[in-house]
Every structure is written in structure tokens, then in C-alpha cells.
Nanobody, 121 residues
Framework: QVQLVESGGVLVQPGGSLRLSCAAS????????MGWYRQAPGKQRELVATITSSENTNYGDFVKGRFTISRDSAKNTVYLQMNSLKPEDTAVYYC???????????????WGQGTQVTVST
């Protein structure tokens, strides 16, 4: 069984900063990539940022240098540092991992349960 556990979602004021964490645990052989997606009410889930095992990163267009994704491979953990937060960043943020379990022959996508980020005065 694989679990992705997110933490760090809170209420923050516009212009503030926040760091999300996501730890993957379970019968994991290797993790190809980890990332963050978000979904606001009434909107589709969208890419925030991803990072591969070789540290290649990809960001959603709306990030515009405000967010930084990083990972600690030894801990199977991915982080999202978010700065200059805006009210439109309010959403549920989901952790994603493309990983292979010891019992599997190929990689599969796994999702966390989500953590709420609210940017408001």
C-alpha cells in the first residue's frame, strides 16, 4: 500500500508565504516524479509544479516565479514553497507521485488526499 500525506495548508494573507510538504510511504521501489496540482471550487484540477528524480522541474504558467518545488529523495518527500500568494491561489492542493512499487512492473500515479490553502484577509 502507498500513501501520500500532505501537510502545510492553512489560511494566509495575500502576499504571504507558505510551504507545503508531501511524504510518500509504503512499498515503494522508486519514484520517477512528484508534484503538486490544485483544484479551486468550480474549476478543473491544474498543474502547479512537478519535479523528476533528476531534479527537472516544470511549473504551471500562473506560477510566474512565485513558487519553488523541491524534493528530498532520501525521505520520499516533495515540498512546495509558495511566495507572494494571491487570493486566486486559494484551492485544495493535491500531491502526486509517479512511482513503482516492489510488487509492480511499471510506474503508476498516486494521489494524496489534498490540503486546503486559503489566501484571504
Amino acid at each position: 500500500q502507498v500513501q501520500l500525506v500532505e501537510s502545510g495548508g492553512v489560511l494566509v494573507q495575500p502576499g504571504g508565504s507558505l510551504r507545503l510538504s508531501c511524504a510518500a510511504s509504503g512499498n515503494i521501489f522508486t519514484i520517477a516524479a512528484m508534484g503538486w496540482y490544485r483544484q479551486a471550487p468550480g474549476k478543473q484540477r491544474e498543474l502547479v509544479a512537478t519535479i523528476t528524480s533528476s531534479e527537472n522541474t516544470n511549473y504551471g504558467d500562473f506560477v510566474k516565479g512565485r513558487f519553488t518545488i523541491s524534493r528530498d529523495s532520501a525521505k520520499n518527500t516533495v515540498y512546495l514553497q509558495m511566495n507572494s500568494l494571491k487570493p486566486e491561489d486559494t484551492a485544495v492542493y493535491y500531491c502526486n507521485a509517479l512511482l513503482t512499487k516492489y510488487s509492480d512492473s511499471s510506474a503508476r500515479n498516486y494521489w494524496g488526499q489534498g490540503t486546503q490553502v486559503t489566501v484571504s484577509t
